[in-house]
């Protein structure tokens, strides 16, 4: 199955079949593996490995090397979680610009009026846009993506995630005064299904649950601020909540796309063209 199919009607312009639920389908299974790859570095990092570690050096001299200072341990585990996290930042980074590239595509091919002679020479207009788009600076494709009014505050979300990826890239994870808003600060929104306890609070995937607390299901909406100067830190439990709020994002997108095709269900939807 194909995420968009521009088909040829004989002595006719021509239709094309798009499946927005498929977008979903692929960026999830995306971002599931981007989890899992993360969990496996953070247990991995996170083992007591200490005295295996200080006890097994390789036997190399690095005559050109100038070590100002000798690490310890915690520094050189410290440094490490860095770059796991910044890796790991630029995947995420790399999956949301592919992510909403299609998504714009959707909605470009959702108001598409009639162009030229067949729907291959709409298919030529449409990847016109698409490069135009793909040009964009990742704060313009945000500006230009079209969503429902519920669904924007995800976008402000969207566009901290990449100031955050421009911290860890361009100013070694402390914020600068770019990756800021006017109140010197850098605002991630989550939200994330969570159980919960009787006094409200929001059980973590680390804490254990206790015998005999009751915890129930619910979408949690929280936020996590940073300041000027700050080291950004942004670790596996971060990310568990900020993968679900992508994913609440994408659905803005898709029911976007399927308002404007006035479809109801998300479902394989086929756009004509009348002659």
């Known amino acids: 199955m194909n995420l968009i199919d521009y088909e ?27 989890f899992i790859n993360f969990k496996f570095l953070h247990f991995c990092i996170n083992r007591d490995v200490k005295k295996d570690f200080l006890e097994y050096r390789l036997p190399v001299e690095f005559t050109y090397g100038r070590r100002v200072k000798n690490r310890t341990f915690d520094e050189i585990k410290n440094d490490a979680y860095f770059l796991i996290e910044r890796s790991m930042f630029q995947e995420l980074f790399r999956i949301l610009v592919v992510t909403l590239e299609k998504a ?18 709409l298919r030529g207009k449409i990847e016109e846009t698409k490069r135009e788009f793909h040009r964009l600076p990742f704060p313009e494709k945000i500006k230009k993506l079209q969503v429902k009014e519920n669904f924007k505050q995800f976008l402000h979300t969207l566009d901290a995630v990449n100031k955050a990826r421009n911290c860890f890239e361009h100013r070694n994870g402390i914020l600068g005064k ?31 649950m206790p015998i005999g607390k009751h ?18 830190e942004i670790g596996f439990n971060d990310s568990y909540k900020l993968l679900y709020t992508i994913i609440f994002a994408l659905k803005g997108f ?22």
């Open 254 to 275: 898709i029911d976007n796309v399927c308002k404007t095709c006035n479809v109801t269900e998300q479902n394989i939807i086929l756009k004509q063209f009348k002659d």
């Open 8 to 34: 040829i009607v004989p002595n006719g312009y021509g239709q094309i079949r798009f499946f927005p639920l498929w977008l979903a389908n692929e960026t999830t299974t995306l971002l599931e593996e981007w």
């Open 215 to 232: 915890y129930k299901p619910k979408i949690v909406e929280e936020k996590k601020t940073f300041r000027i100067n700050q080291k950004l």
């Open 104 to 121: 714009n595509e959707l909605y470009e091919i959702s108001v598409a009026k009639k162009e030229g002679n067949s729907v291959l020479e």
């Open 178 to 208: 770019a990756d800021c808003n006017l109140d010197k600060k850098l605002i991630i929104n989550f939200r994330f299904p969570a159980s919960v306890a009787d006094d409200g609070k929001a059980h973590g995937i680390f804490e254990t």
